[in-house]
Structures are given as C-alpha cells and as structure tokens.
C-alpha cells in the first residue's frame, strides 16, 4: 500500500472544555507501513495531542483499544484500515458512560466479571504435583479462557445495554462457563445458583451480536446456552 | 505541599506477572496493600508471552534443575548471578505448580500432566540435546498466565488502583524509599502513596527501539523513577532481539514455532542455522540466531524483494499441530503478515524485545545498590521483581521461557521478602520529607506551562531511530559513539517536550510526555553503558571484539567479567563482579567456557 488520505469522523468529547459531545471531521496521511486502523490513530495523535484512546499490545491480546468502527464494535489494532468505509466513523463503546473522547468507563463491565467468581474455586488440600487433567477435558476450556475482557461484545448485547447492572452480559457468561466447565473447579452447583434469576443469565435472549463482534472469534452465546442447559438438567 | 496522602503497609507499581504475583504474597498474609497500575492489570505486557515457562518438571523427557541451571547460565553468557539462577531454576517447579492450583488452563499431556515443549537454549544433559521444559498453554500462555494471576488476586481481595501512574519515587535524605507520586489518569488527580515498602514491577522498555514486540506502555516507567531517585541501573546494554518478529510489522512469532519443529530458511530456502549451531540449529539461543539472521541478510541471502527478512517455516507440520498448539501465531500471521502458515512462510526479522538488565536486585527481591564500599547493599523499604529489576538471571542474554519464570519466582520472592521485613519490624514508616513531591509537581508544572517546544511524538521518533542505528543487534564501535553524542541531544530535547492538551480528565498527551522522559533515562543507560563496555558477550556483540583465540567469541572474562551500573545524575558508569558461585553446596558453579551451540 502507498501513501494515502484516510478521511475519519471522530466522537469527541473533552468534560473538562466541552459543554457537549460532537463529531470531529479529520483526515491523515498514512505511511506505506500503516496497516491498521490503530496505527492511523497513532497519526492522528501526532496530528492533534488531544485525542484519548486506550491502546497497549497493538496484537490483539491485551483488550484496550476496543471501540465502534463504522457502527461495529471491534479492536483497531486488529482492523485493517483501508477495508474501512470512508468517512471512518469512530466511537467509544456503545452503552457505557464515556469519560473522555473514545475511552469508556468500565466500572459495570468488570463488576459483572467480578459478579461470577473468576476464578478456580477447588477447597481439597493442593496436591504436591499438578492436578491431572486428560486432554480431552482441557479441551472444553477452548474458545473460553482465551477472552481478553474487551467488552466488544458485552457492548454489542442490547440486554447488557438495558441492564448493564443486572445482566451478567456475554463476556462475564463466558467466563462463568470457562469455570464452569473447569474439571478442577468444584463449585458447579454454586455458580449455577450464583446465575439462577431472571436477569442474571435468562437475560439472553441469544440475539448473537457478541458472537458477530467478537475479535478472538469465540462464541459467548454457546457458552450461554450450556448453562442453560445445565440449570435445566439441574432442575430436573 | 497541597497534595492527597494515602498511606499503606505496601504499594506495589506495576499489575503484570511480577506484580500481580507479588501482590499475592501481601494480600494472602493481611498486609495493607496497594496496587497501581496505568492499564487493567490483564492488559499489561505478560499477557502477550507466547511459548512458555521453564521449569524442569520432566512431564515427557527426563530434566533436572542441574540442567536447567546450566542452561541458563551458559545463555547468560556467565554475565548472570549463579546465586540467583540456582535460586530461580530450583524455584520453579514450584512457582509453576502453584499456577496450576490457581486454575492455569495449561495444555495436557496423555497422562494428564502439564504439557512441556523444547525452546531455544534449554537443553538436556549439559547442552546434548534440546529438552521439553516449556509449560505452555498453546501459544497463549502469557495471556493464560497473567488471567489465572489477576483471578486469583479477585479471590485474595487485592485493592487495585487501576489507571494510575506511578510518576516518581519518594526517597528521604538517609535514601530510605517512602513509597511513590501517582496520578489518576481518569481525573488528573495526584496522590501520594506513602508506604512501608515499595515493590517496583513496571516491567520493559523496549519500545525505546524503533521496532519492537512491546506494548505501548512498556516505558520503562520503574527505571526512569528509579534513575531519577538516585538508584543505578544494572547491564542496560543488554538487549534482547528476538529473531521471530513479524517483518514490517514487529508483532512477535514464539520460539515456540521452532519448539514445535518450525526452521528458519534464506532466500535458498536452506535451513541456514544448521551452519551457525550444528547441534541445536534453530533452537540455539536467541542472541545466537538472531545475529545468523542478519549475517544472512548482510550477505545477501535474505528474502523479499528487498531481501530484509528471512522465512520461517512451518508448512511441513501437520495442519492439527498448527492449530493445537500454535493457533494464535496463525491468527497474527494471517492478520500482520498476510499468509496462513500451514501453507506458506511467515516472513521475520530480529525485532527488539527484552531488556537483560534493570534496577539491581538481589535474589530475595530486595534493590540493591553501592553503599560504603559494598556494590550490593539493599535500599532500605524498595524491591524490584520482572523484567524491570536485574537480579540477576538473564546476563548478557536470556533464554526464553525464563521470563515467565523470573516474574513468577522473583515477584513471589520479593513478596515473601516484604512479608518477612514486614513481620519482623524492620520496615518503618518513615515521615514523609516536605518536600517529597516536590520533582513530580515539577514535572507536571513544566508541562502544564510550556508552550512551544520539541513535541512528544519528535522527540520519541528521534530517539527511537537512534536506538535501532545505533545500539542494534550488531554494534560499532564508532556507530556506538556517536549514539552517545546523539543520544545525550535527544535527551535535551526531552527537556523542552510540550503538549496541546491541557485538560485534567484523561490526558494521554501528557502520558506520553511523562513517559518519554522516563523513555530516555532508559536509553542514554543502554547507549552509554553500550558504548563502554569494550567486549561482546551474548547480545552485546561489537566489531572491534571479535573472536579470537585469545577472547573466544570476542569474550574478554579478564577484563568484563563484571555487571555495569549506570547513574543518571551524571552519566557515570561503576561495576560490580558477577556472583560466579551458586547459593547452596548442591550445585557446583559452572566453569567459564566458550559458548557453542
């Protein structure tokens, strides 16, 4: 790729100067090297220091730079620029508060996350050596434990938009469901009781934006309907 | 001094592997503790580690910590502290095993055991042949890591202070260390955290590098503070360049790809490494093949239409393997180099990556620095743990998979050292000087009010290019020079850097601008303790040593035997000699040798 123009709309938002959001036309010339989209915003930045954005590992595995692109939640380290739709249409993460330009606050992400319990919960004595675990069953904990906790999809879900404080949303679920699914993790039964409310879980109603959005390509709704399936065998 | 005050027992910087395992040690025994970090602790650095952690647990071939001793120690290039390699080899079946109970998704065995793959330089009986000591979760086991160390903490109740930056370090007039200055990058607010003991995990810098594997925010932070409080730091001409970046983009391909049978090919398609280490060919170590790699580019065999790179090759590896056990190197290769490689290449180039030396330690965790006559004399309430701290482990090179065990043995470590000083009385609050805060409001003033001058993303391209030019995987000798020369005006520059935004809430301009000069105390320590240090060893290889019968490998144990320290006050250099002997009778040091693989 040359050189080129990339034409951008920007949500800004600065709460200590703006009396109110707006949408900033800018436009910057790339450098043969710049593929993604996150690398255009690095221009951007040189080109106006005021423009806030999260960003770290520049490879997808971090979770910061997570934002709406062209009215798709997705990472701008992982997004090709010049497959964009021009204007390039930027904004924060639907759904939660915005603190400043494309940074969220994501207060009510991480209490659900926490909400779950995430973490192995087994109250035997540790063994000397490690707990076995056969291939097999360290297989279920595929396309689970590999979430970076981005909140694309959490901020895709319009459950998790209603209510952000009551439903778990399709991250905090997937996790849920990766100890769930932990051969280690003794405490099936007391997360299940943990997601057994209306809200909580039954919230979903597997509308499927998370799985659309999802950088890593992981399937938060399958994990959803496992737990599912699990309370109603419970129930039975 | 109109400045909020929060007091603790400890303040931990830093929310990566080292820290988060650090913070363990504290929250489990009831210490009052905080921990800061400017990113949520799962987007910190470790989360992108790849292959592994060493440990010499045996799951498929038959290991010993001897070994891995060796192996270590070898790869140093017998730059790094037996004391603290026998400490850390012998740790590590533990540290690993304790990640497992905390719920690690690591890869199985048949058996049902960990799984363990070769990386490059681990070996089994003293160098024969490679040996199966990677504990890996597929390729993502940084990621897996940092998760299973944060998830915990939420068990352990730990208090987190997230997006806050730490912006320098508070010491009194008898150097005892009194915590940090932090902000709040949400609300620009600034804090003093006054604590009992400060634990530094602040992890690498490498993005001082034009091209580099790291994270934005591997800005070197701990050592910038730390050069600025008056302490040195340790071996910074030690760099490693990891021979598997993606080429253009410096996204990093694991050596784990080499683990799991992949070889590194030129323009002949000839698997070339078998002529620089007949025995363990591409998984020699890394300073090895990385300067293999650029030899063949120097000498035309590279690849592309510009011959910049060389190809890695995994296209006779059967498709299930690819996508078992190195599923997220095909996604980077198909995202940042545009080829899956179960069918074709990936092209790569030697990509700055991790940083050897740091703020000095001891095995126990604890800063250590010149004091009345001893080199190593602890720094009263300051402890160091990851790739920030030097204790030291990695020498003039460092194999991989013993960074995830570093930060896992040392970050415990050093919490346990903490605990220890703590239960026995001997760490105090001391008052806090009136002045304590005084260099960190000095910083943010000059940028509030400076209005014209050298701007941040300049000045941090300017040295970033003189880093690569000047201090890269080949050095020279007058190239080295004028590194100094250029390196010491970019750091002028760095003194008038201004900034646009002057908002409060969330100012990364201002970030970036703090960063930078923690950045450049980072760089002038590697170009000038580069630029010094008149020998090669491991990843410091320069042309006017060259091998030679009487320095091997352009060695000089007679004369460089010994680690640098660098002071930021002046610029000047000390040393100290390396610990050639290990910490218990249970392991016999390891001779000085020339290094083959």
């Known amino acids: 790729m040359s050189k080129r123009t990339v034409k951008f709309k920007i949500y800004r938002y600065d709460p200590d100067k703006d009396a109110a959001p707006y949408m900033q036309d800018i436009s910057v010339e790339l450098d043969p090297a710049d593929k993604k989209l996150l690398d255009a915003m690095?221009?951007?930045?040189?080109?106006?220091?005021?423009?806030?954005?999260?960003?770290?590992?520049?490879?997808?595995?971090?979770?910061?730079?997570?934002?709406?692109?062209?009215?798709?939640?997705?990472?701008?380290?992982?997004?090709?620029?010049?497959?964009?739709?021009?204007p390039v249409v930027l904004r924060p993460l639907p759904g939660l508060p915005v603190i400043r330009d494309l940074i969220v606050d994501m207060t009510q992400f991480f209490k659900q996350y926490h909400s779950i319990k995430p973490y192995l919960i087994n109250d035997d004595p540790p063994p000397e050596r490690e707990r076995l675990q056969s291939p097999e069953e360290r297989e279920e904990l595929n396309g689970l434990y590999e979430c970076i906790l981005c909140a694309c999809c959490s901020t895709a879900c319009p459950s998790f938009w209603w209510n952000p404080d009551k439903f778990v949303g399709p991250s905090g679920l997937l996790n849920a469901y990766r100890f769930i699914a932990d051969t280690r993790d003794q405490a099936v039964n007391e997360r299940l009781d943990n997601l057994e409310d209306p809200y909580r879980l039954f919230r979903c109603h597997t509308i499927m934006s998370c799985v659309d959005v999802c950088p890593k390509s992981l399937n938060p709704t399958r994990a959803i309907g496992k737990i599912k399936d699990l309370m109603v065998r419970r129930a039975v | 001094m109109n400045i909020a005050k929060r007091t603790f027992d400890a303040v931990i910087v830093g929310a990566g592997g080292a820290g988060l395992r650090a913070a363990l040690q504290l929250s489990e025994a009831g210490l009052r503790t905080a921990v800061l970090s400017k990113v949520f602790p799962t987007r910190s650095h470790t989360v992108a580690a790849q292959g592994g952690v060493a440990a010499s647990l045996g799951n498929s071939t038959e290991d010993h910590w001897h070994w891995h001793m060796y192996d270590t120690v070898k790869g140093s290039d017998w730059l790094g502290d037996q004391d603290a390699i026998e400490f850390m080899v012998r740790k590590a079946n533990e540290v690993v095993i304790e990640l497992e109970h905390y719920g690690m998704p690591f890869d199985r065995t048949d058996s049902g055991k960990i799984y363990q793959r070769p990386f490059g330089g681990h070996s089994m009986n003293y160098g024969k042949a490679p040996v199966m000591r990677s504990c890996a979760a597929a390729d993502r086991t940084g990621h897996a890591m940092l998760h299973a160390l944060y998830q915990r903490n939420v068990r352990a109740n730990t208090q987190f202070f997230v997006e806050w930056m730490a912006l320098d370090l508070l010491r009194d007039a008898g150097g005892n260390v009194l915590g940090v200055v932090a902000l709040e990058l949400e609300t620009g607010e600034v804090s003093i955290f006054h604590a009992r003991a400060t634990v530094f995990a602040t992890g690498g810098s490498g993005r001082i590098f034009y091209s580099s594997t790291n994270a934005f925010t591997n800005t070197g932070?701990?050592?910038?503070?730390?050069?600025?409080?008056?302490?040195?730091?340790?071996?910074?001409?030690?760099?490693?360049?990891?021979?598997?970046?993606?080429?253009?983009?410096?996204?990093?391909?694991?050596e784990g790809v080499r683990g799991e049978g992949g070889i590194l090919r030129n323009h002949d398609g000839e698997r070339f490494m078998e002529r620089y280490a007949p025995n363990l060919k591409d998984l020699a170590s890394r300073d090895v093949v990385s300067r293999s790699m650029v030899t063949e580019i120097n000498e035309g065999r590279g690849c592309g239409p510009d011959k910049d790179h060389v190809m890695l090759d995994i296209t006779h590896l059967s498709p299930d393997v690819i996508m078992k056990?190195?599923?997220?190197?095909?996604?980077?290769?198909?995202?940042?180099?545009?080829?899956?490689?179960?069918?074709?290449?990936?092209?790569?180039?030697?990509?700055?990556?991790?940083?050897?030396?740091?703020?000095?330690?001891?095995?126990?965790?604890?800063?250590?620095?010149?004091?009345?006559?001893?080199?190593?004399?602890?720094?009263?309430?300051?402890?160091?743990?990851?790739?920030?701290?030097?204790?030291?482990?990695?020498?003039?090179?460092?194999?991989?998979?013993?960074?995830?065990?570093?930060?896992?043995?040392?970050?415990?470590?050093?919490?346990?050292?903490?605990?220890?000083?703590?239960?026995?009385?001997?760490?105090?609050?001391?008052?806090?000087?009136?002045?304590?805060?005084?260099?960190?409001?000095?910083?943010?003033?000059?940028?509030?009010?400076?209005?014209?001058?050298?701007?941040?993303?300049?000045?941090?391209?300017?040295?970033?290019?003189?880093?690569?030019?000047?201090?890269?995987?080949?050095?020279?000798?007058?190239?080295?020079?004028?590194?100094?020369?250029?390196?010491?005006?970019?750091?002028?520059?760095?003194?008038?850097?201004?900034?646009?935004?002057?908002?409060?809430?969330?100012?990364?301009?201002?970030?970036?601008?703090?960063?930078?000069?923690?950045?450049?105390?980072?760089?002038?320590?590697a170009m000038i303790s580069a630029e010094a240090r008149k020998e090669s060893r491991g990843a410091h290889v320069r042309d006017d040593a060259p091998d030679t019968p009487e320095h091997p490998n352009g060695r000089n144990d007679q004369d460089w035997l010994k680690h640098t320290l660098w002071f930021g006050a002046d610029n000047h250099l000390e040393y100290k000699p390396v610990c050639l002997k290990p910490m218990s009778g249970d392991a016999e040091p390891i001779a000085l040798a020339k290094r083959t693989y």
């Open chain 1, 42 to 86: 690095v221009r951007l930045k040189a080109k106006d220091d005021s423009l806030s954005f999260r960003r770290s590992c520049r490879e997808g595995v971090c979770g910061s730079d997570a934002i709406n692109i062209n009215g798709k939640n997705g990472l701008a380290c992982l997004t090709d620029v010049d497959d964009l739709k021009q």
């Open chain 2, 325 to 525: 056990r190195l599923p997220g190197i095909r996604e980077i290769s198909i995202r940042f180099a545009g080829v899956d490689p179960i069918k074709a290449p990936i092209p790569v180039v030697p990509t700055a990556h991790y940083q050897m030396g740091g703020i000095p330690t001891n095995y126990k965790g604890q800063v250590v620095a010149p004091r009345d006559g001893n080199p190593s004399t602890p720094v009263p309430g300051f402890y160091a743990a990851g790739e920030c701290a030097c204790a030291s482990v990695h020498g003039a090179n460092r194999l991989g998979t013993n960074s995830l065990l570093d930060l896992l043995v040392f970050g415990k470590s050093a919490g346990e050292s903490v605990v220890a000083d703590f239960k026995a009385g001997n760490l105090a609050l001391h008052p806090l000087p009136a002045d304590a805060a005084d260099r960190a409001l000095a910083r943010l003033a000059r940028l509030e009010s400076q209005r014209d001058g050298n701007a941040v993303s300049d000045v941090r391209l300017a040295m970033q290019r003189t880093m690569q030019k000047h201090a890269g995987v080949f050095r020279f000798k007058d190239l080295l020079k004028e590194g100094v020369t250029r390196i010491l005006e970019v750091a002028e520059s760095a003194r008038t850097t201004y900034i646009n935004d002057k908002s409060r809430v969330w100012n990364t301009a201002r970030q970036e601008a703090l960063e930078l000069d923690n950045q450049i105390e980072v760089a002038k320590a």
């Open chain 2, 221 to 254: 932070d701990g050592l910038g503070m730390a050069a600025r409080a008056g302490i040195p730091l340790e071996d910074m001409e030690f760099w490693q360049f990891h021979p598997t970046g993606v080429a253009g983009a410096g996204v990093l391909i694991t």
